[in-house]
């Protein structure tokens, strides 16, 4: 079966523009998680979503935001882009029904901001 | 909140030969999961292996196993066999019901020919 998709998988932005990303998970899923990865912080959760309601939410200036559609895909935007958003944005899904389900990720989307 | 941390941040093992990463974690819940994931330079996440915190017996996937050791909160993962293909990062990550999967920082892992 398809796994995580995400779109797109690179991406140069301006400072001060805003990105959406997107993600389509796996089907079935019903949970959505987004990180940032920076080599310097590691791996940051931004939110998650599970059945189009925001479940949960990690420290992120309110530039971040999210939302999931009826189908499970997910989208992050950020306005106001500034050069510290460069990073690698990971989206995972999962059944999310018990604790045992685990996450599937996808490749990323590589996000540079000039 | 839960932490987990992975005090290598980077080792090397010859082909063929075993290497053990570290992880610790802190949390005052009684019911979790662990887990190890692999990012080879591709980027994409691979769960490596995972452990539930009620089961005393260390899980185990091929060449992969873990050293759980609950009282002393360490998940440890142990790679036997080591191959060209294990190079990547090896991040170990915790989840409890209703929270996020919290990530270690990493620790990067080469395999030498």
């Known amino acids: 079966k398809a796994g995580v998709t995400q779109t797109p998988r690179y991406l140069i932005k301006t400072r001060g523009q805003q990105v959406t990303l997107s993600c389509s998970p796996i089907?079935?899923?019903?949970?959505v998680s987004w990180y940032q990865q920076t080599p310097g912080q590691g791996l940051q959760f931004l939110f998650e979503y599970f059945s189009e309601t925001q479940r949960n939410k990690g420290n992120f200036p309110g530039r971040f935001s999210g939302r999931q559609f009826s189908n499970s895909r997910s989208e992050m935007n950020v306005s106001t882009l500034e050069l510290g958003d460069s990073a690698l944005y990971l989206c995972?899904?999962?059944?999310?029904?018990?604790?045992?389900?685990?996450?599937?990720f996808g490749s990323g989307t590589r996000l540079t901001v000039v | 909140a839960q932490t987990v941390t992975q005090s290598q941040p980077e080792m090397s093992v010859q082909e063929a030969e075993t290497v053990t990463l570290s992880c610790t974690y802190d949390t005052s819940e009684n019911n979790y999961y662990l887990f190890w994931y692999k990012q080879p330079p591709s980027r994409q996440m691979i769960l490596v292996i995972r452990q539930e915190a009620y089961k005393q017996q260390n899980a185990t996937e091929n060449r992969f196993s873990v050293n759980f050791q609950k009282a002393a909160k360490s998940f440890s993962l142990k790679i036997s066999d080591s191959q060209l293909g294990d190079t990547a990062m090896y991040f170990c990550a915790f989840k409890s019901s209703g929270d996020k999967l919290t990530f270690g920082t990493g620790t990067r892992l080469a395999v030498r020919p």
């Open positions: 995972a899904s999962s059944l999310a029904q018990t604790l045992w389900d685990g996450y599937t």
């Open positions: 089907s079935g899923h019903r949970s």
